[in-house]
């Protein structure tokens, strides 16, 4: 396969990460364009961009970076950092950036599950719609408890040193070496 004209091959698939990824996050719910910047701030070495280098990376306009960007920092996935002695702006993927998207969504289902308590009160126990109610308010409250103790192993996982993954079949240490045919 051929890389793009005057992109060298490594950058080409970058791109293709990029796209990828940002696909599979629009698949999920998130906006087209917002996808496309945060896959593209996440693969960038230094989890840092302008919009310049945003709009020309993913070759939109600066109003589609502008908008994008916006909803990023809305949602707390995105920071502005102003660069010293310029007035041009960086957006700044955050550290802890899963860890603290899936604490927030612990709130929501914190929330949540209070919201359905209530008008499982409101509809009654003994009907049909309150039972409904009820039991998704306890699944609501399952995935908090779940949610916690996953963060919980996260934090473990990571202070350990055991991010990344082990191919498929193979235990941490247990590498095997290709045999020749």
Known sequence: MT?????????????????????????AGMQRMASRVFAALLASETASLTSAELAEQLRISPAAVSGAIRYLTQVGMVAREREPGTRRERYVLHNEIWYETFTRRDQILLRWEKVLRDGAATLGSDTAAGARTTETADFFAFMQEEMLTLMDRWRERKAAGRTGRQPAGQAAGNAQEPTAS
């Open 3 to 27: 890389s793009t004209e005057g992109t060298p091959p490594q950058e080409d698939a970058v791109s293709r990460f990029v796209e990828r990824f940002a696909g599979e996050l629009t698949e």
